[in-house]
């Protein structure tokens, strides 16, 4: 456990430093935060806050692995190349999001839409199916872990469409939760520092070195999200976060926790989904204030601060039970 912790230093040292430069780059190019008009006024003042952050965790989170993987990669074991898979996720979700922040910040045909909904859950779904048949064929996996049962059960076929669904779902939930200055990033750390431990438990050492290597950068990230943010994370941030996360957990069979240790991706998705699905049976009454969820306790009277200190603290505990379940 000692050289994932201190891989995970490594990799923040190396993201942190390289942060302001970033940043200065981003704003020399006018690559700022678009603000949708209905957003709570306190978010107003973010406008033209640089975005597209998410190249600041994904950059020495690649550099870092592949370094770490260059045997692998020339011929090591399928255990050691299997690292390649999440690593992989996170290139290629990023890819998507950097084109969905430049298509929004270059304006669509009604100003800073980005990439069109359906052709970005398209390209999802595409990546998803992809990455679960890597999951099935080449690394064998198609099981489940059940908390107080002994052995994993297998899924068969069937895990494919459940791993895409896990995957594309993780993608939008943590979309959805980067609202709020430092929020996506916290939960997002949690989940991974979890996921690691369950890996760690498996034995499944590579794993626990990506997982924690992730967490550094995300701490790097965090220096300069803090409220109020110098920078924001972006779709190459937030889609390849969520993405990456959900085949973690996918790899140590425990995904069936992920829902708790990703228990505020799941509740801001979920206010999503409900609102919208209300809106229109209802012909215009609403459920929430605002989604996602953060923004309905922002219009309560909660300030920026105590809705994301609150959500991660709830973020932490999950994780944590996530954990103890693992371990019966």
Not at 28 to 54: D, F, L, Y
Not at 71 to 84: D, H, K, Q
Not at 251 to 263: C, D, K, N, R, S
Not at 300 to 316: H, P
Request: net charge positive; glycine share 10%; hydrophobic share 55%.
């Amino acid at each position: 456990m000692s050289i994932p912790l201190a891989l995970g230093t490594l990799s923040f040292l190396l993201a942190v430093i390289w942060g302001s430069p970033l940043i200065r780059w981003l704003r020399a190019n006018r690559i700022g935060k678009q603000i949708r008009i209905e957003e709570p006024g306190s978010n107003q003042v973010k406008m033209g806050t640089p975005t597209m952050g998410g190249i600041m965790i994904v950059v020495p989170v690649v550099v870092v692995t592949v370094v770490l993987n260059i045997y692998n990669l020339i011929g090591g074991t399928i255990v050691g190349g299997s690292i390649l898979v999440p690593l992989a996720t996170l290139i290629s979700f990023a890819a998507l999001g950097a084109y969905d922040d430049w298509s929004g910040l270059r304006g669509g045909v009604n100003g800073a839409v980005g990439l069109l909904g359906r052709y970005k859950i398209l390209a999802q779904i595409v990546l998803s199916f992809v990455i679960a048949l890597i999951l099935y064929f080449p690394l064998d996996i198609h099981s489940i872990a059940i908390p107080t049962v002994p052995q994993k059960i297998d899924l068969g076929l069937i895990y494919i469409p459940i791993a895409m669904f896990i995957i594309v779902g993780a993608s939008n939930a943590v979309n959805f939760t980067d609202g709020l200055d430092s929020l996506a990033g916290w939960v997002t750390a949690f989940g991974f520092a979890a996921y690691g431990v369950i890996a760690f438990l498996q034995q499944q050492i590579y794993l626990v070195t990506f997982c924690f290597i992730m967490v550094g950068a995300l701490l790097a990230f965090l220096w300069y999200n803090a409220h109020p943010a110098e920078l924001f994370m972006g779709d190459v941030g937030s889609l390849a976060l969520g993405s990456t996360l959900a085949v973690v957990a996918l790899m140590t069979g425990q995904w069936l926790l992920l829902p708790l240790v990703g228990i505020i991706f799941v509740a801001e998705a979920l206010s999503v989904i409900l609102q919208v699905g209300y809106f229109k049976l209802t012909k215009g009454k609403r459920i929430f204030k605002m989604t996602p969820i953060h923004y309905h306790f922002i219009l309560l009277g909660w300030s920026e601060t105590q809705v994301v200190q609150r959500f991660w603290l709830v973020g932490l505990l999950a994780a944590m039970l996530g954990v103890a379940l693992a371990l019966l």
